[in-house]
């Protein structure tokens, strides 16, 4: 099913609204979750729109957060998210953070008691806008094992960072610190596909192509995937996101992250409070003029495009381009969402009494 | 041969005070290579001490920069190294940014016209002891290819995390966003044994475990070695570091990166000046009590030395666990060098008239 972002936006709205979200919070939450379906990345689109709402049904997301900021110096700042929902949340502390480098050429954000924000570039692209620099971080359910390890200790916590370009649009490398995304993992997972060796491990910390292992008490490994390979490296940048959402807030890190899924209970004795982001602005005025950055990030783009390619019809992607030309494309064709999403939107929709996509 | 560190200090500030640095200069120099010598990052250490000297025989450092600040608002700022060593210009602005950061929160500095700066870990360990959470990168010479090209347009870049702990030493994750560093390349290239495939490939772009690949066109692979295992992630982590430490403050980037072998003539139509580095500062109570962040890192550490292992006699290692032991270890029963590196070093010691090695 093809649908236009109007309406997937609307339905989206309707949903937030039901749970108890303002017009203004509904409205964010669904434009956070529609750029991930308009830029590609289905798994973090309206795919997880019924998950938000279980988590709001266990009372694990407060609908109506008094978001704030709990600690400062002119350029740092601890922001509470209330429990509400991190697609509100992560926006209010880029805002702190932007105007924090506004005035003082740079901002940083570390936030807890939040959840899931969707993508992270959503929110570093925030920062893009004001011409500056846009960072943002977040840990996420345990689901992946550090080097010499089976136990899951860590989400798949991505890293973003995003730059203004010129006549060239925002370079944008927005990755998961593990080997492969869990989204990737799904993609198997339904069509009942191995997955390349690397990308998991069993629950005797064995490499298995299996992408069911995970059920069974598997691991996603951390990018580099093995010791050899550098899988020590993802952990460490894993790590670091996890302290300066998790540790450096006082949000819940390593295995006390509570799961995004419904069905498993939090840790009983959290650490913290939520799951933790970490989300950062930089002037880019503040190093050098705004022109002379952006045609040398043009040049460096020209460059990496033209860079020798080993198969002739396979050039150099630049971070971000692929995104960027999923929402170019959705953004006038439409939204394609698999069966299983639509069927589960409209059982949603049905339960909390608003109009399902079949309607529009 | 096993030397002293005091020894090897003096030996390398004698060097350096030969080739025109200030004493203050040559002590730093010293000091930088020689924290890398101790922690065990040999090839970052004296090892390199040869290949200094050259660049400057070829005009390409210059013992007595005047090193300053070219462009500032209260937290960023662009440093000129005036074409310095790195050893000596990153302190420098790693100063600047702790400055900020005690006035303002955060401070950060990207540096323009400057050389190979060491181990990254030094510049940011210099936060960790002002209880400060310590940010360092550069770039440097071209060997990796990004993701679908078999051309070198990169440097193995490296990122590095530093966070100060309570009980535990400070958690430092300092890692090249190469699948593997370029030193572990040379051990094998020294013990002429193949390098696990992943690693490196050759002209053609085709994976070799020859350690040579890189002398007949081969390159480098970005952590996760292929696109399959994310190395689009290494290489976008790899352009962020060379967007922030050089197309941020007006070095070179990307290929135009002056090699490290005074062989290698420079770019003769450089970007920018030298090479860049970027670094950064922020005060840990800026976000929270420091008491509370350290108490809370330390939990993180011992929850992940406790993460249950694959193998019983093999626990996860922290970041920054290695380097420490290497540290403590060396600073009481000296540092072990190489032969060929003792006599690189006697050699260079009688080319300049300082006492060798062999006479301390």
Redesign the interface.
């Known amino acids: 099913m093809l649908i236009k972002e109007a309406s997937l936006q609307t339905f989206t709205e309707n949903i937030f609204l039901k749970i108890g979200c303002s017009l203004e919070h509904a409205q964010l939450a669904a434009n956070v979750l529609l750029r991930a379906d308009l830029r590609g990345i289905d798994s973090h689109g309206v795919a997880r729109l019924s998950g938000y709402v279980r988590l709001w049904e266990k009372n694990r997301i407060n609908p109506k957060p008094n978001i704030q900021i709990v600690?400062?110096?002119?350029?740092?700042?601890?922001v509470d998210g209330d429990a509400g929902l991190g697609l509100v949340v992560a926006p209010f502390a880029m805002q702190v953070a932007i105007e924090k480098a506004e005035k003082?050429?740079?901002g940083?954000v570390?936030v807890r008691n939040s959840n899931h924000f969707g993508i992270a570039g959503y929110h570093a692209l925030l920062a893009v806008e004001k011409e500056m620099?846009g960072f943002a971080m977040t840990n996420a359910s345990p689901l992946v094992?550090?080097?010499?390890?089976?136990?899951r200790?860590l989400g798949t916590n991505p890293?973003c960072?995003a730059?203004p370009a010129g006549k060239y649009p925002p370079?944008v490398?927005d990755?998961?610190?593990s080997?492969?995304a869990n989204g990737k993992l799904e993609i198997a997972q339904r069509a009942g596909k191995p997955v390349?060796e690397?990308?998991i491990q069993d629950e005797?910390?064995s490499f298995t192509t299996d992408p069911h292992a995970l059920k069974s008490g598997g691991s996603l490994l951390p990018?580099?995937?093995d010791r050899?390979?550098?899988s020590?490296?993802?952990?460490?940048?894993s790590?670091?996101v996890?302290?300066?959402s998790a540790?450096?807030?006082?949000a819940n890190?390593?295995?006390w992250v509570p799961p995004f899924v419904a069905y498993l209970d939090p840790h009983p004795n959290p650490?913290?409070t939520g799951i933790g982001h970490f989300l950062g602005a930089?002037?880019?005025d503040?190093?050098?003029l705004i022109e002379?950055?952006k045609h040398?990030?043009d040049?460096?783009i020209e460059?990496?495009k033209s860079?020798?390619?080993?198969?002739p019809d396979?050039?150099?992607?630049i971070?971000g381009e692929p995104e960027l030309e999923a929402e170019l494309d959705r953004k006038v064709n439409g939204i394609p969402l698999v069966d299983a999403v639509v069927k589960d939107l409209n059982e949603l929709a049905e339960k909390l009494g608003v109009e399902g996509l079949g309607e529009f």
Chains 1, 2 share one sequence.
Do not use: C
Not at 145 to 151: G, H, I, L, R, V
């Open positions: 600690h400062e110096t002119p350029t740092t700042a601890t003082y050429g740079s940083w570390s620099i094992a550090p080097t010499f390890s089976n136990e200790m890293m960072y730059f370079l490398v990755m998961a610190t080997a492969a390349p690397g990308w005797n910390g990018l580099g995937s050899e390979h550098g020590h490296k993802g952990f460490g940048l790590a670091t996890d302290i300066l540790v450096l807030s006082g890190y390593g295995p650490v913290g930089m002037r880019v503040g190093f050098r002379d950055f040398h990030l040049n460096w460059r990496f860079a020798n390619p080993i198969h396979q050039k150099v992607i971070p």
